[in-house]
């Protein structure tokens, strides 16, 4: 092979793994969220977006020992890991639902977070985003003999 095939082969493949590399460096991760602390909020919401990459749900509420209400802003992972981990669906909250949420907050002190838990004040039913909880009850172990 001639030196200057050699040279745009070996180009073409350098890019195309460069290309490749491109999605993974693109997810950034959740060390915005302060997850050794949990902050509690009790509203109304406001909006859900099911939109990928993230679920995002807006809550007009207060914190404990607050009286000035505040839109909060809750991040989760994508509608599809929701909805394969359990009980989530599109319709599970939705826009005037009274909510009391448990979150981890974002670390610059913005009003917003991880949400851990949502739970519908009217009916009672609660929701997580923590999907690994979530499969643990299907991923029992069966005793060895």
């Known amino acids: 092979m001639k030196p200057v095939i050699k040279k745009i082969v070996s180009l073409c493949a350098c890019l195309a793994l460069a290309a490749a590399a491109l999605p993974a460096a693109a997810h950034h991760s959740t060390t915005m969220f302060d997850h050794s602390q949990s902050v509690s909020i009790s509203g109304v919401v406001k909006e859900v977006q099911w939109t990928n990459p993230h679920v995002a749900i807006f809550v007009y509420g207060t914190t404990k020992g607050s009286t ?28 005037g639902d009274k909510v009391t ?34 499969e643990r009850a299907n991923l029992e172990e069966t005793p060895a003999k």
Do not use: C, H
């Open 68 to 95: 000035e209400p505040t839109l909060w802003l809750l991040e989760m992972t994508s509608p599809g890991n929701l909805v394969r981990a359990g009980g989530w669906s599109r319709n599970a909250v939705k826009p």
């Open 101 to 134: 949420v448990d979150l981890s907050p974002l670390r610059d002190g913005r009003k917003g977070g991880a949400l851990k838990k949502i739970t519908l004040v009217d009916t009672g039913q609660f929701y997580t985003a923590d999907i690994r909880a979530q």
